[in-house]
């Protein structure tokens, strides 16, 4: 397929969700019957905008549900790295410059967005590069780049901290939080908490690092996981794909994203991944807690360039408000509008928790789209874009 239409083909989408209909009628038959939904999770977060987005949890029949995973680097952001970034920000030499979704991520006591309202001079960017070239407008500045992101951006962060080495830009630094997608698998597959049946693996991610990695998942741990892309066809082929190998007793790493994504990965984004960056013992997650080797750092080749190095950081360890339950949706062990504070104390326009701030975000997503009651419509008219009918009706 060569066109966006043609992955949101209604008749395509039909005879997928028929097939993966037959499939969960096959499982049920050999275990004589489930006592439990079969639970897939979506590690990346645009493939839960998709899903809600799209309807397709709605398509799905009841004995399969998605869990949703960890997948938003926003929002696994804790609490106390937000509040270093405003103490940096406050800096008076300094200029901060960040992604626009890491702007109303809620720190203990305001954001970055509040901060720049108060007098502090932060800039949305679009990529890394976008900041040194305001540092090289501004040499008498401390121009510091908030990285974040896991391996998708990794590889743009790195390729401008070269850039800036072999430059010498002397006031360009980056505060670094980008993290690793494989640890934090591990992590979840781990938890005691989860009775996981297979996963929808990260396309962007995979991009990059490729499908080796995921080796582990079906080998020590007898999952399977299929890449997934993000379009309705997409999500769906890899549902069908995930399933078809429960049913047949398999756990292998399948790859449904091949038009983009390849078995080692990008050799090119990986070698600049591995100049400049190194992994940290431990990082702290919203939610999760400390996940060893699940961030990286910049090497000491790179110490220049490292916020870390040349300015304070307090770097604490802060929990988030009793009421917000982020870290159990992230843990996929309750579902967003299970949160006490989903969609009254907590809105996309007021969030108290990371996860209702971006796009990618469970909780917005949620907020968004999954309060749309499709079960009226057909699978065709589910994934068909365009405006919705007005069948379409908003549950109390």
């Known amino acids: 397929m060569k066109y966006v239409d043609e992955f949101r083909d209604p008749d395509r989408a039909r005879a ?12 049920a038959r050999t275990r004589g019957g489930l006592e439990r939904p079969l639970q897939i999770m979506e590690v990346c977060g645009g493939h839960t905008h998709s899903i809600f987005r799209y309807g397709i949890h709605q398509m799905l029949p009841p004995e399969v549900e998605f869990v949703h995973g960890p997948g938003c680097p926003v929002c696994v952001l804790p609490m106390g790295r937000v509040d270093d970034c405003v103490a940096l920000a406050r800096r008076p030499e300094v200029i901060f410059t960040t992604f626009g979704d890491a702007m109303r991520v809620p720190g203990s006591s305001t954001s970055l967005l509040k901060a720049k309202a108060d007098g502090a001079d932060v800039r949305m960017v679009y990529s890394p590069v976008d900041a040194l070239a305001i540092a090289r407008a501004n040499p008498h500045r401390e121009v510091i780049f908030f990285g974040l992101g896991f391996e998708t951006t990794m590889p743009g962060t790195a390729m401008t901290v070269l850039q800036a080495h072999a430059g010498r830009v002397e006031n360009f ?13 591990k992590a979840i597959l781990d938890s005691p908490d989860l009775r996981l049946d297979g996963f929808l693996g990260p396309g962007h991610v995979s991009m990059v690092i490729g499908t080796r990695p995921y080796r582990f998942i079906a080998e020590q741990y007898r999952r399977p996981i299929t890449v997934a892309g993000f379009e309705p066809l997409d999500v769906l ?3 069908f794909m995930v399933l078809r190998q429960i049913a047949e007793g ?38 999760l807690g400390s996940i060893e080797h699940s961030g990286v750092r910049i090497r000491d080749a790179f110490a220049a360039f ?5 300015f304070p950081v307090a770097n604490l360890q802060l929990a988030d408000p009793q009421a917000c339950q982020c870290g159990e949706v992230l ?24 996860l209702m701030v971006s796009s990618e975000g469970a909780c ?12 009226a419509l057909t699978a065709a008219a589910a994934v068909c874009p365009g405006p919705a009918p007005a069948a379409l009706r908003v549950q109390a």
Do not use: M
């Open 306 to 310: 490292d916020a870390e190095r040349k």
């Open 16 to 27: 997928l969700t028929h097939e993966i209909r037959r499939l969960v009628e096959r499982i």
């Open 250 to 287: 398999r756990s292998e790493v399948e790859n449904q994203y091949a038009r983009i994504v390849p078995e080692n990965g990008n050799a090119q984004a990986l070698s600049a991944i591995g100049q400049v960056f190194e992994p940290r013992e431990f990082f702290e997650w919203r939610g």
């Open 364 to 375: 917005a997503a949620h907020y968004r789209y999954a309060r749309i009651d499709t079960s």
């Open 237 to 239: 082929h890899s549902v």
């Open 173 to 185: 630094s980056l505060f670094c939080n980008h993290i690793t997608i494989v640890p934090t698998i």
């Open 331 to 354: 843990k996929g062990v309750i579902k967003p509008p299970q949160c006490k504070v989903f969609g009254t104390a907590c809105t996309p326009d007021r969030p108290l928790g990371a």
